[in-house]
Each structure stands twice: as structure tokens, then as C-alpha cells.
């Protein structure tokens, strides 16, 4: 990656309620790093440039200034994906089965994550679970559900669906020790401001033969080196963290886990949706406005694409499955 610099002023960063200034790397506290991007908030439109660190020492890019919570509250609209419930449609089982019938068939199929099998259903909890959709999922397969959320509509919304979520982190739910069997993150995990604690959390609550799943963009990706400020997965601010294979895997080791296993799970956003956001650069439209973004036939492509690039280790989004060691 290079750094790019951008025109528009970047948020009141002197504002100790919303920014931290940090003097060290937050995850391995060296003072090793530089700065590789000025980004934008391409997504959502939050106003200002938002500087993109990566640590010599341990490989993490995180931003600097950081986002406090205060921030990030604000920062995602609405109508952010994770905050919806399913459709009627995507309540039936019927009209799922259908439509992962056909996604199959046309090879359409390369976004659902590799979660860990286990021999029958046990107890889980969704670390930023929006509205709960996935766990909706999980309970229908007979597993006892939970959640953390910290936005209050959307958290509420899954409950209204008769789903336990939390509002707030992961600490404020205060979850007593080895009470889960399963504990997932599927991109969340790079939203948080503080993810060696939320990984210490992870490992008290967890049981000892329990699974912790992580899905996060990779910032070692074909997509990530070629777009740069401009890869779809950026995602400043609201990615306060970007990680590696390495880098991830090293943080978990450091915090008492072993990786089972790395899997790459990319979709065509990487590829079209980058070039999207390239082509919106300069017109003011966010990452979703445009032609390419919605056209049939490449996300299809993308999505062909997006698999023969998994293949080969340097695709969008990494998903890693690890165990308490």
C-alpha cells in the first residue's frame, strides 16, 4: 500500500471523547509503525480522512488516531446490513433452500463462511450479531443462541425474534466463565477498538474444548495490495483494526489459542466493488452507487474470480478457526 492524500479535512481528532492518539502500537506497544493510507469513509460517508498505520513489529494496521466507542456509535447508519432482520423469504425454509440451490448450480456460493462442525448443537454466542440473523439460523438447527450487539435498535429488533442479545460489548454482558461452546466473530471482530481484551473475554467465557471462529478482511490480499485506498474492504473508520494471516494468528497465539485452521471466503466486492468505489472517487457517491456494483453478470464473474484467487491464498476475507490452548 501507498499513502494517498486526500483534500477533505479529517475529523476533530483533538477531542479526546472521540479520537485517542496513540504514541505506540495498541496490540504489541512498539513505537515501530507507519503511516500507508489516508482513507476515506467510501460506505457510509462519514466526513474526514482517517489515517491507516501498519506496525513493523507485529503486522496489525489499525488507525491512529483511534476511534473510542463514543465515535463508533455514530458512525454506521441505520439501514447497516447487520442491524436487519430477515425477510419473510429468508425466513422460509423452503425459500432459502431454493435460492442456495440455484447459487450453487450458477457457482454463486463463495460467501458463506466456513464455520466449525461440531458433533450436535451446544451453546453459542454472536459477537456483534447486528439483529441476529445468523443465530436465528443456528437456533432453528437446535442451538441455544446468544448474542452481543452494540447498537440498542438493532439489538432490540433481535430480540423482538425472541433471540437473547446484548446490548453493549462483550464485557458489559458479563457472560460467567466456560459457558460456550462456540464463540463467532464474522466481521466484527475488526470493528472493535480493543481486540486483546475482547480476546481475553473470549477465552474465560469459552470452554476449554470449545471454538472460536474470526472472519476478517485481509489486508495480505491480491485486492488489498491492487486497490489500496480504494479496496472495498477498507472500510475506514468503522474498521478500526486490518490484519494479516500472520498477524491475526500471532495476536491469537500471544492471547492462549491455537489455529486450527485458515480459510479464504472472498466475493465479488473485492474485485467490482473496489473498482466501483475507483470510479465514484471523485463524483461524491458512496460505494454502492453505480452500475458496475449492481450488474448481474460481474458480480457472477467477481465471484468466479473471487474463488480462483481464494485458492491461492490471496484472497478478500480469511476466515480462522481456533481452539483455547
Known amino acids: 500500500m501507498t499513502t494517498t492524500c486526500m483534500r477533505e479535512p479529517s ?15 495498541p496490540l504489541c506497544g512498539s513505537d515501530r509503525f507507519r503511516r500507508v493510507i489516508d482513507a476515506r469513509d467510501r460506505h457510509y460517508g462519514n466526513p474526514g480522512t482517517f489515517p491507516v498505520m501498519h506496525c513493523e513489529e507485529c503486522g496489525v494496521f489499525f488507525l491512529n488516531p483511534m476511534p473510542t466507542l463514543a465515535y463508533l456509535s455514530t458512525a454506521y447508519p441505520q439501514n447497516y446490513y447487520a442491524y436487519e ?54 437456533r432453528d438447527k437446535g442451538w441455544d443462541v446468544h448474542g452481543v450487539e452494540p447498537d440498542h435498535q438493532a439489538a432490540a429488533r433481535g430480540r423482538q425474534q425472541g433471540i437473547d442479545i446484548r446490548t453493549g460489548t462483550i464485557h458489559d454482558a458479563a457472560f460467567p466463565a466456560a459457558t460456550f461452546d ?25 470452554r476449554t474444548d470449545g471454538k472460536l471462529f474470526i472472519g476478517v478482511p485481509n489486508l495480505e490480499g491480491l485486492m488489498a495490495k491492487s486497490w489500496g485506498t480504494y479496496w472495498w474492504y477498507l472500510g475506514a473508520p468503522v474498521h478500526t483494526f486490518g490484519y494479516t494471516p500472520a498477524s491475526l494468528s500471532r495476536l491469537l497465539a500471544e492471547e492462549g489459542f491455537r489455529v ?55 484472497g478478500d476475507c480469511m476466515e480462522v478457526i481456533a481452539q483455547p490452548d
Open 85 to 138: 432482520t430477515p425477510d419473510a423469504a429468508q425466513r422460509s425454509p423452503t425459500g432459502k433452500l431454493i435460492r442456495r440451490t440455484v447459487r450453487r448450480v450458477i457457482g454463486f456460493s463463495s460467501g458463506w463462511t466456513g464455520d466449525p462442525k461440531f458433533p450436535k448443537p451446544g451453546c453459542m454466542l454472536d459477537l456483534g450479531c447486528g439483529a441476529g440473523h445468523f443465530l436465528s439460523e443456528m
Open 182 to 206: 462456540y464463540v463467532r466473530s464474522n466481521h466484527s471482530f475488526e470493528h472493535i477498538h480493543n481486540p486483546r481484551e475482547v480476546l481475553r473475554e473470549v477465552k474465560r467465557i469459552l
Open 11 to 25: 475529523p476533530n481528532f483533538a477531542d479526546e471523547r472521540l479520537w485517542e492518539n496513540l504514541s505506540k502500537c
Open 260 to 314: 486450527e485452521k485458515v480459510r479464504y471466503n472472498s466475493t465479488f466486492g473485492g474485485i467490482f466493488g473496489s473498482f466501483q468505489i475507483w470510479v465514484n472517487r471523485n463524483n461524491g457517491r458512496l460505494s454502492e452507487d453505480g452500475w458496475i456494483f449492481h450488474n448481474k453478470p460481474l458480480q457472477l464473474l467477481g465471484h468466479w474470480m473471487a474463488r480462483i484467487i481464494d485458492l491461492f491464498h490471496r
